[in-house]
């Protein structure tokens, strides 16, 4: 049977589920046209603001690996370390919005069939930032994006009323969705932070603003290690670091619980899932757990900057998985989307062992370890 990999998101066509996320790989009409051209189903453009932006001297992304042997975490290269993560502290495009006009229509004027979704930010302290978010959204939405993403969580932000400032505040997370709702002709998505008390309470105030889908994780806020020849950070400016965000693989199993929390507490709404996906295995799980789409960044910087062989796999992976599942009258994505959702209980709710194993509910082995052998201590 022909597998078929299309879905319709949000009201969007989509040719397949897979997006490069808002960041590096889709800051630039180049990396956008490699981008479709290698197969990606759709791109979020790197975060379009009307604010001056100016970036910390320096390097603003790096990544962290780690090797059997050392076990360390560290962006020192050495050889057989394995990726743990991306680091980043890098800021929205520095492009203004007259330079991402024209693009933005170029783009979808060169790929009709393929999704572009306009990421955009702006603040949110009084009526004219909220007139901003207005501009933003009219521009993109009239150049021909296909959907908006309002970039609710960036971690790098001094100002108040902006970034994960807004995401971290539900009524103004409310009242930014319910504007940029006014004038939207195109779907809405809300991209949140990770890091509140409880993602949900975020989420229920977007869709109460008219969000048409939740997208998340974004990276989680980090600080790198310390070298400890030099006892700098390692990526610095002047011996000075901030708050950056985590990525990659390091950041997969926080934010599928994340994912799990949203897609439990509001299963009939859409979610587009980000966080360390590199092959069809990750994307699987946020399938599983409800995502209509998913969304890659680190994996694909690392791939040729925009990821030609993290589609291949991905693409690869879905055929296979759903050729695999024929059997069982899975034809697309949408006959597998959220089968495990229900398998997240409480604690609770999980069973414990029998009671002949259970010694009264006190473990007989101590800790975690294995025993040591006696060793004879000489007096
Ligand atoms: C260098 C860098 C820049 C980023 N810039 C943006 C941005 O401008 N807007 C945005 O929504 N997300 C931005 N992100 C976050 C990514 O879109 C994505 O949510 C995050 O990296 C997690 O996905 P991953 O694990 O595949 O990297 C950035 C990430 C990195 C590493």
């Known amino acids: 049977m ?9 009201g969007i066509q989509f ?48 990544f962290m690996r780690t090797s059997p042997e050392d076990a360390n975490v560290s962006m020192k290269k050495r050889p057989g370390a394995a990726l743990h993560s991306s680091w980043n502290w890098e800021l929205i495009s520095d492009k203004t919005l007259e330079w991402w006009a024209p693009r ?19 603040g949110s302290g009084n009526d004219k930032e909220l007139r901003h978010w207005q501009e933003l959204a009219e521009t993109a939405q009239g150049e021909g994006a296909d959907g908006l993403e309002l970039n609710f969580f960036c971690p790098h932000m001094d100002r108040r009323d902006m970034g994960s400032n807004i995401g971290k505040d539900q009524g103004l997370c409310s009242v930014v969705t319910e504007a940029v709702k006014e004038v939207a002709k195109v779907p809405v998505w809300c991209k949140l932070t990770p890091a509140t008390a409880d993602i949900v309470v975020e989420a229920a105030a977007c869709f109460r603003g008219g969000a048409d889908a939740i997208v998340s994780s974004n990276t989680f806020p980090s600080i790198p290690l310390i070298d400890p020849e030099t006892l700098e950070f390692e990526i610095n400016v002047d011996g000075f670091v901030s708050s950056g965000g985590l990525g990659g693989p390091a950041i997969l199993p926080l934010s599928l619980a994340k994912m799990a929390q949203l897609t439990k507490a509001f ?33 694909a910087m690392l ?34 989307r959220g089968i495990r959702r229900d398998r997240i209980v409480l604690q609770s709710e999980i069973r414990r062992p029998d009671s002949a194993d259970y010694h009264s509910g006190y473990e007989t082995v101590e800790g975690y370890a294995a025993p040591q052998p006696e060793v004879a201590v000489r007096v």
């Open 2 to 10: 022909a597998v078929d990999r299309s879905l319709t998101f949000t």
């Open 15 to 62: 040719e397949n589920p897979f997006l490069l996320s808002s960041a590096p790989p889709t800051e630039s009409e180049s990396n956008i046209t490699r981008a479709f051209e290698a197969g990606w189903g759709g791109v979020v453009t790197k975060t379009i603001g009307l604010h001056p932006v100016v970036n910390v001297y320096g390097a603003k992304a790096k």
């Open 104 to 122: 933005i229509r170029r783009i979808k004027e060169a790929f009709p069939n393929k999704v572009l979704i306009a990421s955009i930010m702006a």
């Open 267 to 299: 299963p009939d709404k859409n979610f587009s899932g980000i966080g360390g996906i590199s092959d069809f295995n990750q994307a699987l799980s946020y399938f599983a757990l409800g995502c209509g789409t998913v969304q890659v960044c680190t994996a």
């Open 303 to 336: 791939d040729q900057a925009i990821g030609p062989n993290v589609i291949r796999k991905l693409l690869a992976g879905l055929d296979r998985f759903l050729g695999e599942h024929a059997k069982d009258g899975w034809k697309n994505v949408e006959d597998f």
